[in-house]
């Protein structure tokens, strides 16, 4: 059985949209470290659901833009 939302993973908030979408960069037990497109939060597995193709498409294109702004590996 894998790590549900495991690192790498595009994820969405449950309860809110005001973090909006973001990928998962960190796993401790049941929380989840996530990039969101607003800031960085530690988050309980069960409280995230799976992005949608379209939030997807936006937390890949921002972390484009980043990265050609910025570099590294955002």
Known sequence: MGVAHAPG???AHTGT???G???VIGVDG???RVRFV???A???AADLRTASDDE???VRTWLLQ???RYGGQW
């Open 17 to 19: 949209d005001a973090y």
């Open 66 to 68: 980043k990265q050609e």
């Open 9 to 11: 993973a595009f994820v």
């Open 21 to 23: 979408p973001g990928k």
């Open 56 to 58: 997807t498409a936006q």
């Open 42 to 44: 530690t988050i309980r």
């Open 30 to 32: 049941e929380h989840r």
């Open 38 to 40: 607003y800031f960085v």
